[in-house]
């Protein structure tokens, strides 16, 4: 080239491309380390904090880090104080990229000791900064764990997904429950400096800073005390209770067992104990509240509500009841092996005959009592914030059994139903909806957990019920208390209540699950109970009756304070009773 070639181009460069080489030098020069937002605090409806942040140490690395000669000291040094595999700090430094906006970070909630060592040679790990870090931290362990869900880094796919919306490497992320449905009210706005670096990437100076924003605090519908009585409730069973106000859906509390501590995704690493107290064979993780079983003899609500409302059984009808009927040339059988003579309405709901109740779900045939289930809301969602963990449950039709067993629907496939069984599956929400529909005149209700959700809280959807209809149920349901297979919660500790028991078939040589489910005060009702074991054994009104009792006795004597009291000769009293469904 000629010299007035060059000069042309030195021309060129410094006129027609000053600016845009200015601005590329610029951008070389001025980085922005971001500031990670402190998430929103998470309440009970009374104020009680359930979920907040905690501040630990964290350790930051330069992107450009591991790509200098002095690497090869604070790579092993970094792994020997933090236990981390060099290999794992590189592949995270390469996943940023040499131009990332950001420190990165290397390892979270470091411990006092570590700090110590890091401090002890920090004249070999000039590339490392120690920074407190914002991490979701849950006061009360697994009691919550289901409602709230856990917080935990975004995985690889998981960042693919979310950089759009702003998510970056290390970000955390709602990975269930409630952290998981309010993700973006909770999280917050990031924050950050404008920095001037040095050539080897260090900060020189700040140029400008923006505040990072705090996400939003919720307020729920949880009553922490109560969460805690139903907890304590179930006890050592596996499965679920349900607490939630009838009128308009509110949840009070929502128990699983087993539970896991949502503490430990907060952790850097889970160490195989906690892999374990998470991944185990009763599978802690499933919010057992949302997971559907059969319902058994708490069914004989809708099976109640179909016949009559049919017409072809009147709220005056008297059934003769036997230890077992004959239909097709199968035999169904009662539950007491005896039947309990001629029952109207009220006394079969309270006693729970099965024979009864065949009879009834064999009058009105299987697309009625089918279509009472889905108008109760089985089969499909209940609307409440966790879509992605709820079970719809199944309402078996002509059409699921024609695909799934390649046989028609048969008059036993109706009287398996009537009472619960067979191939139909509730959920303990679903089963808390389907109680509250007699408790509150009629009305299915949306459940919701977040206190301010007025589009829930004013959702009702009448079912259409004949008044009659209404009365025949909360009879029976009342007679179950006082007579039949509830007497446990015939108490004074309680307000006046109204119930059904239910025990199903879990398969051949596996224990019955086993239900309760309630409502009270029976005359004006404000809180509906279920109470469902998995695999428990015995009988819903032994097994579930007391834990329905328990929260009952728990809401009523907070409530109403020196009202409900237990008597001396309570242990007594509730000992007597009719065992079975």
């Not at 040339?329 to 009220?346: I, Q, R, Y």
Request: charged share 20%; with cysteine.
């Amino acid at each position: 080239m000629t010299l007035a070639g060059i000069e042309a181009r030195l021309a060129y460069l410094q006129i027609v491309e000053g600016s845009q080489l200015r601005k590329r030098a610029e951008s070389n020069r001025v980085r922005t380390i971001l500031k990670q937002p402190e998430r929103g605090n998470i309440f009970d409806r009374n104020g009680k904090l359930l979920a907040t942040t905690r501040y630990p140490h964290s350790v930051y690395l330069w992107p450009l880090a591991h790509t200098k000669p002095s690497w090869s000291v604070v790579g092993p040094r970094l792994s020997q104080i933090l236990g981390i595999p060099q290999e794992e700090m590189e592949h995270k430094l390469d996943a940023a990229g040499a131009n990332s906006a950001s420190l990165i970070r290397i390892a979270r909630d470091v411990s006092e000791a570590q700090i110590t060592a890091l401090k002890e040679y920090e004249n070999e790990l000039k590339d490392v900064e120690i920074n407190t870090d914002a991490v979701r931290y849950y006061p009360h362990g697994q009691e919550l764990a289901h409602v709230l869900g856990y917080t935990r880094e975004l995985t690889p796919d998981q960042l693919k997904d979310k950089q759009k919306e702003g998510y970056r490497l290390g970000d955390v992320i709602g990975q269930m429950g409630i952290e998981k449905a309010y993700e973006k009210t909770l999280r917050g706005e990031w924050g950050g400096q404008q920095v001037e670096v040095d050539g080897a990437g260090r900060p020189i100076r700040i140029l400008g800073e923006k505040q990072a924003k705090s996400g939003r605090d919720l307020h729920l519908t949880i009553d922490w005390e109560l969460q805690k009585a139903a907890d304590k409730a179930l006890g050592k069973y596996q499965g679920a209770i349900v607490a939630l106000d009838p009128r308009n859906g509110a949840v009070l509390a929502m128990v699983s067992h087993p539970g896991f501590d949502p503490n430990i995704f907060s952790k850097q690493k889970l160490s195989q104990k906690d892999w374990e107290s998470v991944q185990g064979k009763d599978h802690p993780l499933v919010n057992r509240a949302l997971s559907a079983f059969p319902p058994a003899s708490t069914f004989k609500i809708v099976t109640t509500t179909a016949g009559l409302e049919s017409g072809k059984f009147s709220p005056g009808t008297v059934l003769q009841t036997y230890g077992s009927l004959t239909v097709g040339g199968v035999t169904f059988g009662e539950w007491n092996h005896a039947g309990f003579g001629p029952l109207g309405f009220p006394r079969a709901i309270a006693m729970s005959s099965d024979t009864f109740f065949y009879q009834v779900g064999k009058g009105v045939g299987g697309p009625t009592l089918i279509a009472w289930a889905q108008k109760y809301g089985f089969g499909q969602k209940t609307g409440i914030e966790f879509p992605s963990e709820e079970s719809r449950g199944l309402v078996p039709d002509e059409n699921w059994k024609q695909k799934a067993w390649k046989i028609p629907w048969t008059v036993g496939d109706t009287i398996n139903m009537s009472i619960g069984q067979g191939a139909l599956q509730v959920t303990p929400l679903q089963s808390a909806i389907m109680f509250s529909v007699p408790a509150n005149g009629g009305y299915r209700v949306k459940p919701h957990l977040l206190k301010d959700n007025e589009e829930a809280k004013s959702w009702r959807e009448s079912l259409d019920m004949n008044q009659s209809t209404i009365n025949v149920l909360r009879d029976g349901l009342r007679k179950v208390i006082t007579e039949g297979t509830g007497k446990r919660l015939n108490l004074p500790t309680i307000a006046p209540s109204s119930g059904k028991s239910g025990t199903a078939e879990a398969g051949v040589g596996r224990p019955n699950h086993t239900w309760f489910g309630a409502y009270a005060p029976s005359d004006r009702p404000e809180i509906t109970v279920v109470a469902f074991g998995e695999n428990s054994g015995d009988h819903g009104g032994t097994v579930c009756g007391p834990m329905v009792l328990q929260v009952l006795e728990a809401y009523f004597q907070h409530k109403y304070p020196g009202k409900y009291q237990k008597p001396e000769s309570a242990n007594s009293q509730n000992a007597n009773g009719v065992n079975g469904d």
